[in-house]
């Protein structure tokens, strides 16, 4: 069984920053992406950014020079270093990966539980 542990949420001012942060444990064979979605009340989830196999990273156009995604393969995390936060930030911040158990297995996308960032207005 794969689980995604997040932390690292909480309450921070505007123009304030934050870093969350995600470690996978269980039985993990591959893991392909990892990367950070988010959903806001009444809204979509929505990717925020993600880092991919090959080191290539994907940001949504909303965090671009704001949030940086970096990964680290040998302790299976994923971290998401948010600055100049803004009160549209706020939302519930989940950690995604893309991975495979077993080689005979098909890739699958787990999900963390989520961690909430509240940026005030």
């Known amino acids: 069984q794969v689980q995604l542990v997040e932390s690292g949420g909480g309450l921070v001012q505007p123009g304030g920053s934050l870093t969350l942060s995600c470690a996978a444990s269980g039985s993990i064979v591959i893991i392909y992406a990892m990367g950070w979605y988010r959903q806001a009340p009444g809204k979509q989830r929505e990717l925020v950014a993600v880092?991919?196999?090959?080191?290539?990273?994907n940001y949504a156009d909303s965090v671009k020079g704001r949030f940086t995604i970096s990964r680290d393969n040998a302790k299976i995390t994923v971290s998401l270093q948010m600055n100049s936060l803004k009160h549209e930030d706020t939302a519930v911040y989940y950690c995604?990966?893309?991975?495979?158990?077993?080689?005979?297995?098909?890739?699958?996308?787990?999900w963390g539980q989520g961690t909430q960032v509240t940026v005030p207005s």
């Open positions: 995604n990966a893309d991975l495979r158990t077993r080689l005979t297995e098909p890739r699958k996308i787990y």
């Open positions: 880092s991919n196999s090959g080191g290539s990273t």
